[in-house]
């Protein structure tokens, strides 16, 4: 790919090495110029160059002593001259400071975009259990022992085919500790048709906060979520808009338990169980999570690193 032609003198004079002392001016200087667009450089150098040409001519003029009846012209030809010098730096400059506040617009505006959509999420979270947290938690911690049953009974199972192997689980399923787990996360999320709007409005504002907004923040400079934080995030928020009724995994383990009471393929009734009870326990932590995780997402945006 060819490269971009160097622009005259002006490209030599801003790539010249220069001293520690004036380095950040330089710099500054050959930012400025990059930034400049292909026609005002041109712009630029074409009226030193004829500036160049005056001020010789000014000189010459003045070794000749013919400026010195003429003080009217005198006044126009050293005032045009210094225009010639003046004017393209002040457009330079002048586009440069523009830029700067309008990035510096641009970059306000992203950041109070980003506070606003990620208050909106936080503010949606909750509204995924309208019942009580503790319920829950409960339902959480409880799946979690049926499932970890399950697991351990599927891995015993399959190397010793011993009925024995599956009374741990039996018992957690004859004792109430699943049923218990299912009335708590019906005590709290609610599932069913009124879980549709508020599982709506979190896989909203999140897919607008993880595209539009998060693009918006990058471009401008501005701090994003740190990637464990986002993709956490992200996981659970797929998790619960799996199933937008939240109610679907209820039905299919309510037939594995069923399922695995009678039928004579145990092995393959443990996998449909422990399958469900895991969705179960996933869809709790999730719910249960995505609160903290969007408290924590809202002080990273709203508070960002000065």
């Known amino acids: 790919m060819a490269q971009e032609t160097p622009v005259g003198w002006g490209w030599v004079a801003f790539h010249l090495p220069v001293s520690r002392e004036g380095d950040v001016a330089v710099r500054w200087l050959r930012g400025m110029w990059r930034e400049t667009p292909d026609g005002l450089r041109v712009l630029w150098l074409a009226l030193w160059g004829v500036g160049v040409v005056l001020l010789g001519v000014g000189i010459a003029g003045d070794q000749a ?28 400059v002048l586009q440069r400071l523009g830029l700067t506040q309008a990035e510096a617009v641009e970059t306000r505006a992203a950041q109070r975009l980003a506070t606003t959509v990620v208050e909106d999420l936080a503010s949606a ?69 009124q879980a549709v709007p508020a599982v709506a409005e979190v896989s909203a504002h999140w897919s607008f906060l993880n595209t539009t907004v998060r693009s918006r923040l990058l471009e401008t400079g501005g701090t994003w979520l740190a990637p464990p934080l986002a993709a956490q995030i992200d996981k659970m928020v797929r998790l619960v ?13 309510d037939m594995a338990v069923r399922r695995f009471h009678t039928t004579s393929d145990l092995s393959t009734a443990l996998q449909h169980l422990w399958t469900q009870v895991e969705i179960g326990y996933e869809l709790a932590e999730a719910v249960s999570q995505l609160g903290e995780l969007t408290t924590e997402a809202l002080r990273v945006v709203a508070s960002p690193p000065v």
């Open 65 to 92: 002593g013919f400026w010195a009846s003429k003080p009217f012209i005198t006044n126009v030809f050293s005032s045009l001259t210094a225009a010639l010098f003046g004017v393209p730096l002040a457009l330079i």
């Open 125 to 193: 979270a909750p509204r995924l259990h309208p019942g009580p947290l503790s319920d829950l938690r409960n339902a959480e911690a409880e799946l979690l022992t049926v499932e970890r049953a399950a697991q351990e009974a599927i891995r015993q199972w399959d190397s010793t085919q011993d009925e024995e192997n599956l009374r741990t689980l039996r018992a957690l399923l004859a004792d109430g500790t699943l049923d218990k787990a299912l009335a708590d996360f019906r005590s709290a999320v609610r599932p069913g048709r």
């Open 241 to 253: 808009t799996a199933d937008p009724y939240m109610d679907g995994w209820l039905r299919d383990l």
